[in-house]
């Protein structure tokens, strides 16, 4: 299938020029003409598994989906929509071409929950899709969106504490990468966040799911009901 094979080639070249491409890649180019490579392959991949699954066929259902997978999705993809919002703000795991990882003196907000509140907002994304939309292709992209999210979590994670140690660690022993792993044991406290996480997360999820009717051509999130 199309689908299978655009989602591994956007997965894979991922992994391969973040992990034993990137430092061979960074010494000829350097880290700026790296980033440029990355996000043309990031790009030109993505939009083959984009045109890939819009061209794939619709396979039936693989089990009903009623209302409530719907608040359940709905919920997920809210909460994803504050991640994301929150991660743009102070997260050392944003690429910083110019210099070192900032750490932030505390972990707050979207950080206390998971220190990669980017990735797991990817990865809730991808599980929400798959709830409501159990066909083959639908499947097989959001299920790379989460391996490609957890795994490259995980993978940054162990770069990051050979690149800069000491500030990484710090960071680590302050956070969790499993949400709410750092709260649950004391590291890190509940609550702190800011209006563009909160108030953007709300924007951006009222506007994603609104534009599932006009780009999709039903109704997504709480417009399924206002509709």
Same mark, same amino acid.
């Given at each position: 299938?199309?689908?299978?094979?655009?989602?591994?080639?956007?997965?894979?070249?991922?992994?391969?020029l973040?992990?034993?491409?990137?430092?061979?890649?960074?010494?000829?180019?350097? @880290?700026k003409?790296?980033?440029?490579?990355?996000?043309?392959?990031?790009?030109?991949?993505?939009? !083959?598994?984009?045109?890939?699954?819009?061209?794939?066929?619709?396979?039936?259902?693989?089990?009903?989906?009623?209302?409530?997978? !719907?608040?359940?999705?709905?919920?997920?993809?809210?909460?994803?929509?504050?991640?994301?919002?929150?991660?743009?703000?102070?997260?050392?795991?944003?690429?910083?071409?110019?210099?070192?990882?900032?750490v932030?003196? @505390?972990?707050?907000g979207?950080?206390?929950?998971?220190?990669?509140?980017?990735?797991?907002?990817?990865?809730?994304?991808?599980? +929400?899709?798959?709830?409501?939309?159990?066909? +083959?292709?639908?499947?097989?992209?959001? +299920?790379?969106?989460?391996?490609?999210a957890?795994?490259?979590? #995980?993978?940054?994670?162990?770069?990051?504490?050979?690149?800069?140690?000491?500030?990484?660690?710090?960071? @680590?022993?302050?956070?969790?990468? !499993?949400?709410?792993?750092?709260?649950?044991?004391?590291? #890190?406290?509940?609550?702190?966040?800011?209006?563009? #996480?909160?108030?953007?997360?709300?924007?951006v999820?009222l506007?994603?799911?609104w +534009?599932?009717?006009?780009?999709?051509?039903?109704?997504?999130?709480?417009?399924?009901?206002?509709?």
């Open positions: 299938m199309i689908v299978l094979i655009a989602a591994t080639a956007f997965v894979g070249t991922h992994f391969i973040s992990h034993p491409l990137r430092a061979p890649l960074v010494a000829r180019l350097g @880290e003409g790296f980033l440029g490579v990355y996000s043309l392959v990031a790009a030109v991949t993505l939009i !083959w598994m984009i045109v890939a699954y819009r061209a794939a066929p619709v396979t039936p259902l693989l089990w009903p989906v009623g209302d409530g997978l !719907w608040v359940i999705a709905t919920l997920i993809m809210l909460v994803a929509s504050i991640l994301l919002l929150g991660s743009l703000v102070g997260n050392p795991a944003m690429p910083n071409p110019d210099g070192p990882i900032m932030p003196a @505390e972990a707050k979207v950080f206390a929950i998971t220190r990669h509140p980017m990735m797991w907002a990817f990865a809730m994304w991808g599980l +929400a899709h798959i709830l409501v939309y159990p066909v +083959a292709a639908n499947i097989i992209v959001s +299920a790379a969106i989460i391996l490609l957890l795994v490259g979590a #995980a993978l940054q994670d162990r770069k990051k504490k050979v690149l800069t140690p000491a500030a990484w660690q710090h960071w @680590e022993s302050r956070t969790s990468y !499993w949400p709410f792993a750092a709260i649950l044991a004391g590291r #890190a406290r509940f609550g702190r966040f800011g209006m563009h #996480a909160l108030a953007g997360g709300l924007v999820w506007a994603a799911t +534009a599932h009717m006009p780009l999709a051509g039903w109704p997504a999130g709480i417009w399924r009901w206002l509709g």
